[in-house]
């Protein structure tokens, strides 16, 4: 077994470590963390993550964490309010 696996299957236990956390979401659906201090999880539709509009939410992301997310799941760094603003306007407009 070579060492480049061995690596990609420690990743990958480190990954499902956090299932559990993920574990109720529905088929089609991600969960998310939003919050500037304590975070709140939400569970979206996979299909906002394609919309410009949470995209520009998955950028700050990117540039706040990079591929640490401090809650072992994606983590979006805004209030609770926008993010409600922004999930409304993408349900509205479906």
Do not use: W
């Not at 410009?52 to 700050?60: I, S």
């Amino acid at each position: 077994m070579g060492i480049g696996l061995v690596h990609s299957k420690q990743k990958l236990s480190a990954r499902i470590g956090n299932v559990s956390a993920t574990a109720n979401v529905p088929k089609g659906h991600v969960a998310v963390y939003v919050g500037e201090g304590d975070r709140k999880r939400f569970v979206i539709p996979i299909s906002f993550l394609n919309r410009p509009l949470f995209q520009d939410l998955l950028a700050r992301a990117e540039e706040e964490f990079g591929f640490n997310h401090p809650m072992g799941g994606l983590t979006i760094p805004c209030s609770e309010e926008y993010f409600i603003r922004i999930t409304t306007i993408l349900n509205g407009s479906n």
